[in-house]
């Protein structure tokens, strides 16, 4: 029997391996400086490091990671991927176990990995690296996916309930907002911090966002948004959503959604994913009261970490 060889991997890699990982991720296999995701605005600068697993000549598992530039003792595994002919035989074991030998000699010691549940494979994942030693993954976000019809056509989004929601809101699309708007947002949040930092929609927006993207305006100022992604031909995420805490109250922020919906109705979108931290309890509890039922996916995002023993 052939046996399984691990090798680092270097440009150019084989094409048969590029399919063993998150289409999003592809473009990490250039192993070349670049960030995360590129075509969404991310900024963070990453240098790609990556093992592949023959048997013989046949490419059959791929471990992806990156190495912050400016963070130079993390390493954050993307994915790992075992072909399923040749899956239980302990490569991925084996591919984990090349990754924490590689780095534990360097200053690389923390390595971390966020993943989302719902797959098998995760749960396979995630008893390797418990039996490896890292600690107990921990929820970071609550994600859904859905239908723009299932929502649209659920009681969520009944009309009498949406026309109280949006008194007093005007919704406007996002490319409709100004740069002046901006620039008054900007300081009346400097004045007098309101905006949750994560969710500031210049965060968002500076490298493109979906056409159904859209703001709520109250009293004439911008109040409210929803930044959107095309993340596929067929599926948009909902990037960022946030309206001011003293109208945030009896789902004030539904009218924005009902109107990205109705937006995205003409165009191919299918799906759309919606993700949540968990340090928002309300909208996590709105998600899985109300989202989950009409979902067609709902998975946790998780994380763990491992710091490596000094060599
Ligand atoms: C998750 C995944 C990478 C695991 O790959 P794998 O090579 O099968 O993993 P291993 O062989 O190292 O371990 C898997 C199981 O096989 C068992 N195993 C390992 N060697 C074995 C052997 N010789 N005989 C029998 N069982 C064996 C392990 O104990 C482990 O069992 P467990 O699930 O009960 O803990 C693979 O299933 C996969 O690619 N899934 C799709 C992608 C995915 O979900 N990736 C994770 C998120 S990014």
């Given at each position: 029997m052939k046996s399984i060889q691990i090798q680092r991997l270097k440009?150019?890699?084989?094409?048969?391996?590029?399919?063993?990982?998150?289409s999003a991720y592809r473009h990490l296999l250039e192993m070349q400086?670049?960030?995360?995701?590129p075509t969404d605005g991310d900024q963070k600068q990453i240098d790609p490091w990556a093992l592949g697993a023959w048997h013989g000549d046949e490419p059959v598992g791929l471990l992806l990671a990156e190495l912050p530039v400016d963070d130079p003792e993390n390493v954050h595994l993307l994915s790992v991927f075992v072909q399923p002919d040749h899956r239980r035989r302990g490569i991925a074991e084996a591919l984990i176990r090349e990754t924490e030998e590689h780095f534990?000699?360097?200053?690389?010691r923390h390595l971390s990995a966020i993943y989302t549940t719902g797959k098998p494979g995760v749960a396979c994942l995630e008893r390797l690296l418990a039996r490896r030693g890292w600690d107990p993954p921990q929820g970071r976000t609550l994600s859904v996916r859905f239908t723009p019809e299932a929502i649209l056509e659920?009681?969520?989004?009944?009309e009498r309930r949406l026309r109280a929601q949006r008194r007093g809101l005007e919704i406007i699309p996002w490319s409709e907002v100004t740069a002046e708007d901006i620039a008054a947002l900007r300081r009346s949040d400097e004045e007098a911090p309101w905006i949750a930092p994560f969710l500031a929609p210049w965060r968002f927006d500076r490298n493109g966002f979906d056409p159904s993207s859209v703001a709520a305006r109250f009293r004439g100022d911008i109040v409210g948004w929803i930044i959107t992604h095309r993340i596929s031909f067929d599926e948009v995420r909902f990037t960022c959503g946030f309206i001011r805490r003293d109208l945030s109250?009896?789902?004030?922020l539904m009218p924005l959604y009902y109107a990205v919906l109705q937006a995205l109705k003409p165009t191919p979108c299918s799906h759309v994913t919606f993700v949540t931290p968990f340090c928002y309890p309300e909208m996590i509890g709105f998600i899985r009261r109300r989202l989950a039922p009409v979902s067609e996916f709902v998975g946790e995002t998780r994380e763990v970490h491992f710091e490596l023993p000094e060599a």
């Open positions: 440009a150019p890699v084989p094409p048969e391996l590029s399919t063993m990982t998150f400086r670049t960030s995360r995701h534990k000699p360097t200053k690389r659920s009681d969520i989004m009944l109250r009896r789902g004030r």
